[in-house]
């Protein structure tokens, strides 16, 4: 199995807008210990791009709104991005869903038993903190999840939680000595401390996120080499064909609409305006859904 | 006295958030299905409110209620919740 992550970072819904900003931050970690990242976010953070991906990789990583037996992806009316039901396609992986609320109360141990190494989540909602007047609590949260992603990289997933509690601990033990003084202090307190009491590491707590193993090379020579691999591997091309045949797809749907649609109303228009013949217009007619139907169909 | 209408919508949906709880002046009222509460306070004042709901952004500012007559607010939560 390849040393990769994937991480998928949905943005429309709040506070999403928030998660993908660290995910932002999240991504130039993954890439400074020399794991190669695929990254989704927004309507791309869907079931359909995860799993064309997810084979290849052996870190998954979830920042967006989520249930007790899935994660939504962006689309959080359908929810469907991965369901107790995918469970098995983790098989030796580890799965990381922060911020993700309650993910680790039925997902979580169903992935585990499925196969994962390991799963980090919360039984729990996990809250975003704001930037507000007296103090940016949005930078505190940052800071802490980092400290976490940071740990996921280097250390154990077990000695990444506790470096996640001891973080939170941290900023927790600040907003308790200013809750008279900062006016939202108390609801950060309680924030913090809900995602602290209630994050956990199911499966093997001494799983480790391994690293590519490869010499440092430039940065420039690092992108050009990985974009030679990535380009010429089989199973690039075979997904690169499927791109290629969807959206020829789509421009033969978008054809026959203009030719049984738009057609007819131009020449119609075009014969009333004295602009061509009845004739010319029954060759175009009869030519261009012709042409519609050369375009290839799945 | 002056009357304090405080409406409390979620910031997406513009749904009204019922039993969500607003401290004034010391005083905690929660919101009805409505997503109203109303405080009678005395005028001529400033007064810190405080919105809180659990699943939301905290909601804190000083509004001055400086005459006897109704006053109305609309306060819109932004989900804090994954």
Redesign the interface.
């Known amino acids: 199995m390849a040393e990769e992550s994937l991480l998928l970072s949905p943005f429309i819904f709040p506070p999403t807008q928030l998660s993908y900003q660290l995910m932002n931050q999240v991504e130039s970690l993954l890439k400074s210990v020399n794991l190669r990242v695929v990254r989704f976010s927004g309507p791309l953070a869907s079931k359909e791009t995860a799993f064309i991906h997810l084979p290849e990789h052996n870190l998954f990583i979830y920042a967006g709104h989520a249930k007790k037996d899935r994660l939504c992806g962006e689309n959080v009316f359908l929810c469907d991005l991965v369901t107790v039901a995918d469970a098995s396609i983790f098989q030796g992986q580890i799965v990381v869903a922060n911020p993700a609320c309650e993910s680790a109360r039925e997902l979580g141990p169903k992935i585990v038993d499925a196969g994962a190494k390991a799963f980090l989540g919360s039984v729990e909602n996990m809250y975003a903190h704001f930037n507000e007047s007296e103090r940016n609590y949005q930078d505190d949260w940052f800071d802490y999840t980092l400290t976490f992603y940071r740990s996921v990289l280097t250390k154990t997933m077990g000695e990444a939680v506790e470096d996640w509690k001891n973080a939170i601990t941290h900023y927790m033990d600040l907003y308790k000595a200013h809750l008279d003084d900062w006016p939202n202090a108390d609801w950060n307190y309680f924030a913090a401390k809900m995602n602290r009491d209630n994050f956990v590491v199911l499966g093997d707590k001494q799983a480790v996120v391994q690293g590519q193993g490869i010499e440092p090379t430039t940065l420039r020579e690092r992108g050009l080499l990985e974009g030679l691999a990535y380009l010429l591997n089989p199973e690039t091309l075979r997904k690169q064909w499927n791109y290629a045949f969807r959206s020829l797809f789509s421009f033969g749907a978008l054809t026959a609409t203009v030719a049984t649609v738009a057609v007819p109303v131009a020449t119609a228009y075009a014969i009333e305006r004295g602009w061509m013949t009845k004739e010319h217009a029954d060759i175009a007619r009869a030519v261009i859904p012709g042409v519609a139907t050369l375009a290839p169909t799945p | 006295m002056a009357r304090l209408n405080i409406k409390v919508i979620d910031?997406?949906s513009k749904a009204p958030l019922p039993y969500v709880h607003i401290e004034v002046d010391g005083r905690v009222l929660t919101t009805g299905l409505d997503g109203v509460a109303t405080f009678d306070l005395p005028a001529g004042a400033s007064y810190?409110i405080?919105v809180?709901q659990?699943?939301y952004?905290?909601w804190?500012r000083t509004i001055q209620i400086p005459q006897e007559t109704t006053y109305e607010q609309l306060v819109e939560l932004?989900?804090?919740?994954?």
């Open positions: 910031s997406y810190i405080k809180r659990a699943a952004r905290p804190t932004e989900k804090a919740i994954y």
